[in-house]
Structure formats: C-alpha cells, structure tokens
C-alpha cells in the first residue's frame, strides 16, 4: 500500500539551512505537500509540488522531487527559532487535490542558538 | 484568515460511551474530512465527505464510525461505542473544491478513552 516515510528528528543551528528528506511509495502520487504542525496547534499546508515538476520555490521554502527515486525534500533557508516545529511529508494519488491524503511521521525540527 | 474550528478541545470519555466531536469547517467550503493521529503514530486518513455524502472511506471507519452535516455549518464525528484504542486527536480538515490544493486543518480533539 501506500507509505511515505521520513526521519523523525532534525537539528539545526539558527541561521543554518534545514533540508527535511521524505520517501514514499505510490508511483501513481500526483500532489506532494509539506505540512507544519506547531505545538498546540493543526495541520499547517506549507507547500506543495505536482508530480510532473522537480522544483518549486517559495521564499525560504525549496521543494525538491526526484520522481524517479520517490523523494521529496524541504529546504528551509536561514532556519529561524519560528521554525520549530513537526513538519510532515504527505502525498495524494487521486484524480483531484480533494482526495484523501497519505502522511509520514513527521520530522521534529529544533534549533539550537 | 478563515479558520476550521473544532471542538472540544480536548474529551474524556468512559469505554462503550458514544462520543460526538464536532467541527465547523470554512463557510464556503464543499469537502469535509477527518483524520486521526494516535499517540506516536501517523496522521490517519479516516473518511471524506461532499454533496451531504461519504466519498472514500478508510478501513478504520468502520460500523462504530458516522459522519453527519446536521446543518449548513457543521460537520460532526459520531464513534458509538469508545474503545480504548479510540484514544488519539481528531483532525478535521476542508478544502473548497476539487481543484483547492491542500486542506485547511483544524487544531484538532484529543480524545481520551478511559
């Protein structure tokens, strides 16, 4: 079945890049997104790519997917204390963006001073 | 900025009791979903809702599981008899159409099955 897979924790120093590496299975995914979740706090959509691009930019946000190899990678520049938080990999293989959504673990990121 | 609400917060709840949590999704929003997240575990797709019916449903979902909109604003999780394993935070989320990219989540209940 279907599985995205990503570590579960990442530390940083501020002001360093963070770079949050996922994989997943379904060759048939046709959105990818970057979800952040605060303490306390949802589901916070980030960003996301389609299937057919390889990279999307978004002020600090770099997505990068290698279709070939299933994988999906956040960059986040010049990492900032705000950025703590869990962010999670997820993917949809539907016919529509309205389509069930398939998450990974999430990656914990913290920043150290 | 338009925000999906749920509430409670957070519900503790005897084993065999039903439980209703409840949502207010974004007001000109067609698609309604649940998720779930038990402790540790991944996000968990539960069920999606458009047009006043189920549209996919998971495994999960099963007999003990519905969804309702009783009104034009609400959207409503019904687990009729709380096992233990029910324990985990409720995520509701809603998107406005097909071509809305993402949803919109809610904070989430915690639910608590003692």
């Known amino acids: 079945g279907e599985d995205v897979e990503q570590s579960l924790f990442l530390s940083v120093r501020e002001g360093d890049s963070s770079v949050i590496n996922c994989t997943y299975t379904d060759s048939s995914s046709t959105y990818l997104y970057w979800y952040k979740q605060e303490p306390g706090a949802g589901l916070q959509l980030l960003t996301y790519?389609?299937?057919?691009?390889d990279m999307k930019q978004d002020q600090r946000l770099t997505v990068l997917l290698n279709k070939k190899d299933k994988h999906l990678s956040l960059r986040i520049a010049d990492t900032q204390t705000g950025d703590s938080a869990i962010y999670f990999c997820?993917?949809?293989?539907?016919?529509?963006?309205?389509?069930?959504?398939?998450f990974g673990s999430g990656t914990r990121l913290s920043i150290r001073p | 900025e338009p925000e999906v609400t749920q509430t409670p917060s957070h519900q503790v709840t005897q084993m065999g009791q039903e439980v209703i949590l409840r949502c207010v999704p974004i007001?000109?929003?067609?698609?309604f979903y649940w998720y779930r997240q038990i402790l540790g575990q991944k996000v968990e797709f539960l069920v999606s809702f458009y047009n006043n019916e189920i549209s996919e449903k998971s495994e999960i979902f099963d007999d003990q599981f519905s969804v309702e909109r009783p009104d034009g604003s609400n959207f409503t999780l019904k687990i009729r008899s709380t096992k233990l394993e029910d324990s985990a935070m409720y995520f509701c989320a809603s998107s406005a159409d097909r071509d809305s990219y993402g949803y919109t989540f809610g904070s989430g209940t915690r639910l608590t099955v003692v």
């Open positions: 007001s000109n929003h067609l698609y």
């Open positions: 997820a993917e949809s293989s539907g016919y529509s963006s309205a389509s069930k959504i398939i």
């Open positions: 790519i389609f299937s057919n691009m």
